[in-house]
């Protein structure tokens, strides 16, 4: 059965990001690699092995220290135990805190929004709601 491998980001330090996802996020680096040829770097991160789930590749092309995000991307939804401590957790750490945590406009699913270092959009989603959409 085909299924989702990974999400691309292009980040305009690597370092930073990795920084991000991993210390700040809690997730794990999975593996790395550099094209000298092509003069980029590619690291991947997620919570599990790639052969079980979703993971998201961070995409550094040297040199390239800033992308437009455009309007087409949204964001990339984490499920979360419970979405008011992990946002203070991240706070604590230094994380971007873009929307509070609190219950989604019309609904009472609880999330909240964080940023990575390239002001990509995180979603935080109360884990036992995240399958309820609006969740009335």
């Keep these: 059965m085909p299924r989702i491998l990974h999400t691309m980001l292009r980040?305009?330090?690597?370092?930073?990001?990795?920084?991000?996802?991993?210390?700040?996020?809690?997730?794990?680096?999975?593996?790395?690699s550099e094209n000298?040829?092509?003069?980029?770097?590619?690291?991947?991160?997620?919570?599990?092995?790639?052969?079980?789930?979703?993971?998201?590749e961070l995409t550094y092309n040297w040199g390239v220290e800033k992308y437009e995000l455009g309007t087409a991307f949204g964001h990339i939804a984490i499920g979360v135990d419970d979405v008011y401590e992990t946002v203070?957790?991240?706070?604590?750490s230094g994380g971007k805190v873009a929307r509070e945590a609190a219950p989604v406009l019309g609904g009472t699913t609880v999330i909240a929004f964080v940023e990575d270092p390239d002001n990509y959009k995180i979603e935080l989603i109360q884990d036992d709601q995240a399958t309820q959409g609006l969740g009335k």
């Design 11 to 32: 980040v305009g330090n690597l370092e930073k990001s990795l920084q991000f996802y991993i210390d700040v996020l809690g997730m794990k680096l999975l593996r790395k």
């Design 36 to 56: 000298v040829e092509y003069k980029y770097t590619l690291a991947f991160v997620g919570y599990t092995n790639e052969d079980e789930n979703a993971v998201i």
């Design 88 to 92: 203070e957790r991240i706070r604590k």
